[in-house]
């Protein structure tokens, strides 16, 4: 699942100008302005009323990047919820499905038993192994949101800012002390 928005960043030439011209390092998913992330919370409040979902960015949420060309799903924790990009240039963005195996997201692997490392390092450079199920001409300023644990990629070297997005609220349901269980049973810890 993703969704886009148009021209959603009024200002992304006017930053694609100044952040073009940092010092970007190789990273994982391509080369990124170290230690300068910037965060706005205007960002977190707009998506989480779209979403309807109380989100808060993540510690490594606000990063410049300009992408390698692979296929590869955003790291992630169990307090995720969305990641997010703003196309700082005109890129593609492409999200997809093995070919052999029909996953469309990391989280399929554990259900199939597939070995992870060894399924990234025998596909995630090889497009020919993959469907695209869905496909963006991304103008400058669009946005678009999409689960971090799906199989994704942007146009190599094409700047993007990429966020990432925690719930705000648990993810596990909190039993009140005063609650008696029916029948002996325990409730969810």
Known sequence: ??????????????????????????????????????????????ISHILGRQLEHSENSGTYRKPFPFIHFENWTPASAFSAAIALEDTTFNTYRHKETGIYNVLQMAEKNIDMDKFIEENSQDPEKWD?????????????????????????NNLIQVFHFNRKESSIIEVPESYETPNGIDPPA
Not at 31 to 42: G, I, R, S
Not at 142 to 151: A, K, R, S
């Open 1 to 46: 699942m993703f969704f886009h928005l148009e021209a959603f960043h009024d200002n992304a030439k006017q930053f694609c100008e100044i952040i073009s011209k940092l010092n970007f390092v190789d990273n994982t998913f391509g080369q990124e302005v170290k230690n300068f992330n910037h965060k706005p919370e205007e960002l977190a409040q707009a």
């Open 132 to 156: 695209v199920i869905g496909h963006i001409n991304m103008k400058q300023g669009d946005l678009v949101v999409l689960h971090p644990w799906t199989w994704h990629s942007f146009e190599e």
